[in-house]
Every structure is written in structure tokens, then in C-alpha cells.
């Protein structure tokens, strides 16, 4: 590299000494990055002056945006006129979104809480109509903006104030303040539990062993990155091959495994088949140049490998979740190039394998964020899952922020922890190098989906696998969109059955028979199949009633083999949870 003149030094090497440019300009984004919660000033500087500028140049667009402003001026005046004429009976001029629950509750319709909902209802309304279709502006950058102005308006939302919150004035009148003071203790219990690096009040009675991830079992091989744990047979006789469950490494492998009755390792032993889970260890700084291959090597095949020579001349039926599933499908694919039979069938539990249409993540997805992210992770050696959780509120900021601090902070109430909520706490962490190849190699790229991805430096094609494949989506999902889930489809060569369950990306997975309020949607793409675009299999896939895990369960029977005695659980170097699973 060529230095400044007169200098025997490489140029990015005289500043401050010893210290490189390079390394002055990460540790400067690594501390803007702890303040913005990762998300990257310059994308966001960016996308708002691609919009300006267009819409500077597009009077065509201003002009039409003026027409909307006096329109929703007129309606607001004529909603307003109608109130004091008819009084209740008087009919909204705007409706709010079918998600948003905000003013559903009757005092909103009261003067002058009415006028307040219903002007903020029109202005965000105006606003999405002004960050949309500008000409010019890229689709990534308009969504950004939409996004960016929405996060603005929810904050100003009348809901979020005590002066015009007509729940939150009712509730201070008849307590006479109590519930602001119950508010305020627990903001600042809150506060300190955060600042201290503490779960949240109430997590500490939902421990990994002794109230969660309780089904017997043993941990029956460990390695640097995995445990891996048997599970005990609970029934005399179990389908011949069995289960081999990969969860994300985002999360504690427990989600799959909650109280008893959450629990759908229970659910699966209960009805007689030998499961097999992955859980991942929880990387410390030293992991850093963990690898995505790593994952898929010393995780998903080195388990298979472990089942293998317990159960040889077994056939394995493998499901991941979430980033487990895009793992088990990049190792499944690679297993096909290479002739390796082992696998039975795969099922994907809320998984992409193709991110060209990801969701509002990929908001928060550009190859500046994801410089951005690298620089605070390469400080680190890790990306810690509080420094990703202020994107993932605001992917849900109604419900998962602003909702949140009415409930507890002015109304003063306090839900009960859950074995969901406590386990949606107990964070972990990802390698800086890990993280980089996914960000790049999947999100941006989409080398996956493109069969460009490379497994031991040959590339790996999707269109290889031959196994029967059943793929999970949930209606709500925010991580993982149906829409995008429903990609798996696109596969020609093998039977794809898509399963659209009810309910979000965690509570939508979790989902034990019994539980009012659920449905799904089921068919097969058989092999050869035309393809069907995601709304119109929608409405032309009729709804069941009740938990989508029965139907799973018969189509894993049917590819499980005859039933056999049950295996016994040799070479235990420990008691499920085992270890990994414990680390903070």
C-alpha cells in the first residue's frame, strides 16, 4: 500500500501513531452504533435524500399530496361538525388498520378523544401516502422512509400521554394517581434490572431444568459450538428412525421445549419417536471466526453423525427453526451434492431459504447497516442479542414498545411473566464472523436461493435436495414472513407441503393442541407441480381449526419408519438441559 510521502509507512498506519484509520473508524461506528442501536445513520441519511431530492423534483407528486392534505382537512372538519351535531352516533371519517388496537377501546369515541384519534389517523394516513410512490426513489429506500416516518408518528400518538389517553385519565381519576406511582416504581425496577444486565421480575421462576426444558433426556455428545441432547423414550415401542431438531443459535434451543405443556419435544416422545436436539453454545468474544460453515459442519452434521453411529442404517427426519432451518437447508443441500442419504425428510419451522423478499428485517438490511453492524461486532467479537432487539421492537413498536410502556408505565399494570416471555429473555449472542457471512451470503445476496452458496469451495444447489420437505409459516411473522417462508415452493423436484399456522413467529411455533383461537392452513405441492403465488394458495387452501402439530406429526409418522423397541440412551455425559444451555 502506498504511504504519504517521505514515509516508509503504509498510509492508513501514521494516524495516532500505531493506531490504523481503519481501526479508528470502527471503534468510532462501534460506540455511534451502542447509541443508535445498530441501525446505521448513513443508510438512514441516504434513503432520506434519495426521497427528498425525488420529491423536490416531482411537483406533479407535491401537487397531488396538497389535493390529500385539503381532502383529509375536509373530512376532519366534516367528522368534526357531525360530532357536535350527532354526538356518538356520529361515524369515523378514517378506520384504523385491522393490527392496530391503539383506540379500540370505547372511550375513544368520546369527545374530544374522537377528534384526537381520528386527526392522527388522517395525518399518518398522509404520511405513508407522501413516502410511497415518489418517482425515482428505490424500493429499499422508500421503505425505509415509510418505516422511518411511521417510528416518528407512533411516538407522537395520543395514546402514548397521559393528558390524551382517556384510559390512562379514567384509571388516574379513580385510583387517585396510584397506578402513575405503581408505573414509575416499575420503570425504575426496569431500569436497574437493565442497567444490572437482569431478567425481568418474574424470570427467575422459569429456570432451564427445573420448570422449562424439563423432558428427561441426556446430553450425549458436546463439542466447542454443540450439545446434543437424547431424549428418553416414554412409550414401549418408537417409529424405527428418528428426529433430529436444529434450533437457531439467535435463541435458547428451550422455545421448543417450555413448561410440559408447551413443549413440543414432549409432545413428539409422547407419541413415539426418538428426538434428538441441538443446543448451541453461547459464543463468548474468543468465538469470534466462528464461521457459518462451522455451524453447519460441528453442528448439523456432526449431530448427524453422533445419531448415525448410535442408530447406523437409520434414516433421519431433521426439522429447523428459523435461522436452524436456513442452516439444515444450506447442510441438506450440500449432503445431496455429496451423495450423502442419511436425511428422511427435512421440515423448516419458520425458515426462509430465499431473502428476496424477507420483510421489514431487510429495512435494517443495506451494505452500509451491515458495515455498520460488522465494525460493532468486530470490537466485540460478538453481536449481542440486546443490541439487535431495538430493531426487532421496532419492526413491532405498537405492540412490542408503545403498547408496552401504557400497560406498565401509566396504567400501572404488570402481566404475569410467562415460560414464553421469560424465555424471550434469556438472550444469547452471535459470532462476528458467523453473523457477517449470514448477513452478506443470505440477506443481501441471497446466494442460497441463487445456488451460489459455497459449502468446501463448490457451490450447492437448493434444486438437489430429493427429500419430502414440510415448511411451517406463521400469519404474523415479522422475522419471517409466510410470504417468504412460502419460497420452498418454488422447489421442482420433490413433494413440498406448506403449513400456514396462526399466530407470530415464536407464539405461532409454540402452539399445543388445546389453546383457543388457533388455525392453519395445509396442502401438498407434490413433485412436478405448477406453482401457486402465496394469495392465491391463501384463498384457495381451506382453514382447520386447532393446533397445526397434529398434522405434523401424522406426516412425520408416515416417514418414520415401523415401530421398533425403544432404544436405550448410551454414552451420557450428562443430564438434559446439559450445560451450553446455562451460559449467560
Known sequence: MQGLPGSDL????????????????????????????????????????????????????QAHLVQKALRKILRFANFAQGCARQGLAAPNCIEPLAHDKRFSAPAWQQFPFNLLQQS???????????????PGVSQHHEDMVSFAARQLLDVLSPANFVATNPEVLQATLQEGGANLQRGAEQLLADWERLIAGKPPVGAERFVPGESVAVTPGEVVYRNELIELIQYRPQTAKVFADPVLIVPA?????????????????????????????ISWKNPESSDRDRSYDDYRRLGVMAALDCISAALPNRKINAAGYCLGGTLLATAAAAMARDNDTRLKSITLLAAQVD??????????????????????????????????????QLLRSNDLIWSQILRLYLLGQKPAMSDLMAWNADSTRMPYRMHSEYLRG??????????????????????????????????????????????????????VTFLLASGGHNAGIVSPPGKDGRHYRVSTKAAGDRYQDPESWFTATPEHEGSWWPEWQHWLAGKSGTKVTAPGVSGSLAAAPGRYVLQR
Open 10 to 61: 503504509p498510509e492508513h498506519d501514521l494516524l495516532w501513531g500505531t493506531v490504523s484509520g481503519d481501526t479508528i473508524d470502527r471503534q468510532v461506528h462501534a460506540a455511534l452504533a451502542r447509541l443508535t442501536f445498530g441501525i446505521s445513520p448513513a443508510s438512514l441519511h441516504e434513503a432520506y435524500s434519495d426521497w427528498a431530492v425525488h420529491l423536490a423534483m416531482s411537483p406533479g407528486k
Open 442 to 495: 443470505m440477506f443481501l445476496n441471497n446466494d442460497l436461493a441463487r445456488g451460489q452458496h459455497m459449502v468446501e469451495g463448490r457451490p450447492i444447489n437448493l434444486a438437489d435436495i430429493r427429500v419430502p420437505i414440510f415448511a411451517i409459516g406463521t400469519e404474523r411473522d415479522h422475522v419471517a414472513p409466510w410470504t417468504s417462508v412460502h419460497k420452498i415452493t418454488f422447489h421442482p423436484a420433490t413433494d
Open 120 to 134: 392522527f389517523l388522517l395525518t399518518q394516513q398522509w404520511w405513508y401516502n407522501a413516502t410511497t410512490e415518489v
Open 249 to 277: 443459535w439467535i435463541m435458547k434451543y428451550y422455545i421448543l421445549d417450555l413448561s410440559p405443556e408447551n413443549s413440543l419435544v414432549r409432545y413428539l416422545v409422547e407419541r413415539g419417536h426418538t428426538v434428538f436436539m
Open 355 to 392: 431473502f428476496t423478499e424477507a420483510g421489514e428485517l431487510t429495512l435494517f438490511i443495506d451494505d452500509s447497516q451491515v458495515c455498520f453492524l460488522e465494525d460493532m461486532m468486530w470490537e466485540q467479537g460478538y453481536l449481542d442479542t440486546k443490541q439487535m432487539a431495538g430493531a426487532f
